[in-house]
């Protein structure tokens, strides 16, 4: 059975505000109920709200109806990110009184907030859920959808897994795309060699290691899998190899099955807006020219559904190339957008395959167009009210 997924298009009809994305957006929370399932909750509304001078982040407008709609059904919201977010976030727009609720810290100011789950993978095996998303009763999972250099492109997923932890598990969740062995430096004869390797890399992805600088290491978020360091590098002494890459996103995969293994299936939401899409993420503390065109509102209670939705909807759009940072080499042909910006083992569907395996959702999704719908619902109610005359 599909799962359903709300859309309102960017896309506008006539110069009329009701064509817009915020009425769009009050048309899916109305789809989805939101008014009628939130009454006493304590309604925690993930989101990132960006650093530094970045101003892509769901705006205001967009947070402020959320909000109020939670408000109109009796819930109790607040918005929640991760402490440095926070404590910056009024310097880009996001206050009580432009949001409507009060605004804090995931974890408390000092991280000190969590809760600890064990699960081992790839070195990490202590996990630390903010405590503050633990204590809420009902989610909203309301994220920016843009490019992401670890892992391609980042949504719902990402919003929960990397800012449902406090700093020291977001690190390790990093971590795990080192854990499988890519440099074997037996296999390199001397140090000018491993120069040569580092030196070739037009990306500037590989670097002695910190703590061994004998060793090599690899930003692999600067990484685009051109190949061009296996050409300067002796056989069998560097691999550039998919299972490194796919490791963040099952990690991603894990931390959220964590994070909605603390709310109940009828008390979770998610939502992506898919306007101002940068080639790289809001942690990087500013804000790039959109790379794609601007696609719209997407929700549903399925978060693997709203995921799959939206890439499916990027993956049928074109880069605008002219937009894309110049130090990014395209792989042309790699396939999704994402894909041809950072790399083809920077697969954005890892993610959702990984959480329908867990069992957070389905793939098999319905696209509702919330237009379409309100338009079909109005002709109903004239034929009624003509058939009443
Ligand atoms: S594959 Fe390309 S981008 Fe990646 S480390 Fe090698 S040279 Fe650098």
């Known amino acids: 059975m599909p799962s359903k997924v709300y859309f309102g298009s960017a896309k506008?009809?006539?110069?009329?505000?009701?064509?817009?994305?915020?009425?769009?957006?009050?048309?899916?929370?109305?789809?989805?109920?939101?008014?009628?399932?939130?009454?006493?909750?304590?309604?925690?509304?993930k989101m990132h709200l960006g650093g530094h001078v970045g101003y892509s982040t769901v705006h205001p407008v967009f947070v402020r109806r959320v909000v109020q709609a939670v408000k109109d059904g009796g819930g109790n919201p607040f918005v929640c990110d991760t402490p440095g977010s926070v404590l910056s976030a009024h310097t880009r727009g996001y206050t009580q009184e432009t949001v409507g609720c009060p605004i804090i810290s995931v974890s408390g100011p000092?991280?000190?907030?969590?809760?600890?789950?064990?699960?081992?993978?790839?070195?990490?095996?202590?996990?630390?859920?903010?405590?503050?998303?633990?204590?809420?009763?009902?989610?909203?999972?309301?994220?920016?959808?843009?490019?992401?250099?670890?892992?391609?492109?980042?949504?719902?997923?990402?919003?929960?897994?990397?800012?449902?932890?406090?700093?020291?598990?977001?690190?390790?969740?990093?971590?795990?795309?080192?854990?499988?062995?890519?440099?074997?430096?037996?296999?390199?004869?001397d140090d000018a060699t491993r120069k040569k390797i580092m030196e070739s890399c037009p990306m500037e992805a590989l670097v002695e290691d910190k703590q061994n600088p004998k060793e090599l290491h690899m930003h692999m978020e600067l990484c685009n899998q051109c190949g061009v360091c296996l050409k300067v590098a002796p056989p069998r002494s560097l691999k550039i190899d998919p299972i490194n890459f796919r490791s963040f996103q099952e990690a991603n995969a894990i931390g959220v099955s964590m994070v909605l293994s603390t709310f109940a299936k009828d008390k979770q939401v998610?939502?992506?807006?898919?306007?101002?899409?940068?080639?790289?993420?809001?942690?990087?503390?500013?804000?790039?020219?959109?790379?794609?065109?601007?696609?719209?509102?997407?929700?549903?209670?399925?978060?693997?559904?709203?995921?799959?939705?939206?890439?499916?909807?990027?993956?049928?759009?074109?880069?605008?190339?002219?937009?894309?940072?110049?130090?990014?080499?395209?792989?042309?042909?790699?396939?999704?957008?994402?894909?041809?910006?950072?790399?083809?083992?920077?697969?954005?569907?890892?993610?959702?395959?990984?959480?329908?395996?867990?069992?957070?959702?389905?793939?098999?999704?319905?696209?509702?167009?919330?237009?379409?719908?309100?338009?079909?619902?109005?002709?109903?109610?004239?034929y009624i009210s003509a058939a009443h005359m």
């Open 12 to 45: 506008q009809k006539k110069w009329d505000a009701n064509e817009t994305l915020p009425i769009k957006l009050d048309l899916v929370l109305e789809r989805l109920e939101i008014r009628n399932r939130v009454k006493d909750e304590s309604v925690c509304i």
């Open 110 to 189: 000092e991280e000190k907030h969590f809760y600890t789950f064990k699960k081992e993978y790839k070195g990490l095996s202590e996990w630390k859920m903010a405590g503050v998303i633990h204590d809420a009763t009902f989610l909203i999972d309301l994220a920016h959808a843009k490019g992401h250099p670890t892992c391609g492109f980042g949504g719902v997923f990402k919003n929960l897994a990397l800012g449902g932890f406090v700093g020291e598990t977001r690190s390790k969740l990093h971590d795990t795309m080192q854990y499988d062995r890519y440099w074997f430096a037996e296999k390199c004869p």
């Open 270 to 382: 998610f939502i992506n807006i898919a306007e101002h899409m940068t080639a790289v993420c809001d942690c990087f503390g500013f804000t790039g020219m959109a790379v794609l065109p601007d696609l719209g509102v997407f929700g549903s209670n399925d978060i693997v559904a709203v995921e799959q939705a939206i890439l499916d909807l990027i993956g049928k759009q074109k880069l605008i190339y002219e937009n894309v940072p110049e130090n990014m080499q395209l792989q042309k042909g790699a396939g999704h957008p994402f894909q041809e910006l950072h790399g083809p083992y920077k697969n954005p569907y890892i993610v959702v395959e990984e959480g329908e395996k867990l069992g957070l959702g389905t793939r098999d999704y319905q696209l509702i167009d919330v237009m379409e719908e309100k338009a079909k619902q109005e002709k109903v109610g004239q």
